[in-house]
Every structure is written in structure tokens, then in C-alpha cells.
């Protein structure tokens, strides 16, 4: 299995921090937050990873190589425009194959095991599987799952739901006719919902939000005390 970090956002909530140092390259634990990423899909076992890049891009491509101190081999996937997240997913499916791959955003803060949801994806029923964390207690979910079926729903704010976690796999079969220009892989859900083709599984481990400079100070704070703190904050999708 491959898998592709997205990493071209602007990361605009936290600025001014993110004018000049790009999102994923923001400390967590005394190191980049993308680093902890990369270091994780190594112990997992995947070997190759691609990364789409736009803002400040030259500062990631620098910091990462080609990914031989993580263990990895990295290849690049460069945006002249910020395509957002499914055009960006769409200019590199030339990379990633043609077996289902793992997503994850850039700028999330997480420690969970990932082997639940690799072993969760079927193919045969399944366009895409997303990792999903508790809800606040204050806020609204972004999904609501079938117990039985595991098929997504949106949430629409009638239930409490589930928070997407910004960790996923996709079909690229799925995938390949959609237009490389900007759109969010929110349509993408939209059409795999109306075909019974979205899936969640809910994630056990260390999550974190780190939009805002407030949120990003709870997340260090909860990283250094390595408290699983998923259900106290929100992922919000990447900008």
C-alpha cells in the first residue's frame, strides 16, 4: 500500500506563524508535525508516499528530501495553483497506482493504530473508508454511521455524529474521473454517499485540532502529556 500526505494548504487560521513556515512543519513535540506522520507510515510498513506541496513548498521539499532518513521513499507532487484536497488527490493518482491508498492531511496531530482501518476497507463494497474521532460535546459532527453497515451519512446537524479525523482510504478506480482543478474531496463524499459507497471507522488513540493558535497550544500541551484528547477538539478540513 501507498499513501499521500496533503501538505499544500496555506494553513490561513494560524497565520501569522503560517506566512512563513508552512503548516506541516509547525513544532509538535520538539520536531516537525509532519515528521511524527512520516515516521508512523514507515512503522506501518508503507514504503512509498507522496506529498503534494504548494505554499512555502521549497521549506518541505528541503526538510524531507527523498524521505531515506524516514525510512521511506518520497515522491513529490508540486501545485502551481492549490488545487484543495480532491484536485490535489487527483493530479497524483499518476503515483500512487492503482490499489487503494491511505490520505492523511498534513496538519493533523495524531498517534493512533491504523491497522483497524486498513483491515476495515473492502473494495468490493467501499469507494472510501474514513477515520472518524468523537465529536466535542459542544459541537456537531460531521457524519453519522450505520452501525450495521458502516455507510456514512451526513451529519447535517440533527445528531451528535462523528468528526472526519483528516486520515482516510481511497480507490483510486473511484477517483480517476474527477477534473485535476480545485475542488474539495467533499464532493467526492457527497457522490460516494448517494451511491452507499462511503464508509467510517472510528479511530482509538491521541488526535488533535491544530487550526487555530489556541488549538495548537492545547494540542502541545496534550501532546507532551500524551493525553488522548479526540473528543475535546475539531478538525476542521485543510485551508
Not at 199 to 204: I, L, Q, S, Y
Given at each position: 500500500m501507498q499513501a499521500m500526505i496533503?501538505?499544500?494548504g496555506y494553513g490561513k487560521r494560524l497565520r501569522p506563524l503560517t506566512d512563513t513556515l508552512p503548516k506541516p512543519l509547525v513544532d509538535m513535540g520538539g520536531r516537525p508535525l509532519l515528521d511524527h506522520t512520516l515516521l508512523a507510515l514507515a512503522a506501518l510498513g508503507i514504503g512509498q508516499v507522496v506529498i503534494n506541496v504548494h505554499h512555502l513548498a521549497e521549506q518541505i521539499v528541503a526538510h524531507v528530501g527523498d524521505g531515506h532518513a524516514f525510512g521511506l521513499t518520497v515522491r513529490w507532487s508540486h501545485e502551481t495553483v492549490l488545487l484543495e484536497t480532491g484536485g490535489g488527490v487527483c493530479q497524483a493518482l499518476g503515483l500512487l497506482g492503482t490499489e487503494p491508498f491511505l490520505v492523511i492531511n498534513g496538519d493533523v496531530a495524531w498517534d493512533m493504530d491504523l491497522h483497524p482501518m486498513l483491515a476495515a476497507f473492502d473494495p468490493e463494497r467501499m469507494d472510501g473508508l474514513l477515520g472518524l474521532v468523537p465529536v466535542a460535546d459542544s459541537g456537531c459532527g460531521d457524519f453519522v454511521v450505520d452501525p450495521v453497515t458502516s455507510r456514512l451519512q451526513r451529519a447535517c446537524g440533527s445528531a451528535p455524529g462523528w468528526i472526519y479525523s483528516g486520515l482516510q482510504l481511497l480507490h483510486p478506480a473511484a477517483l480517476r474521473d474527477y477534473p485535476v482543478e480545485p475542488f474539495s474531496l467533499n464532493r467526492f463524499y457527497d457522490d460516494?454517499?448517494?451511491r452507499g459507497r462511503l464508509?467510517?471507522?472510528?479511530?482509538?488513540g491521541f488526535w488533535a485540532d491544530i487550526g487555530t493558535p489556541e488549538?495548537?497550544?492545547?494540542a502541545r500541551l496534550a501532546w507532551k502529556n500524551r493525553f488522548a484528547i479526540g473528543a475535546g477538539l475539531a478538525y476542521k478540513d485543510q485551508g
Open positions: 496533503l501538505a499544500a460516494a454517499i448517494q464508509c467510517g471507522v472510528v479511530m482509538r488549538r495548537l497550544s492545547e
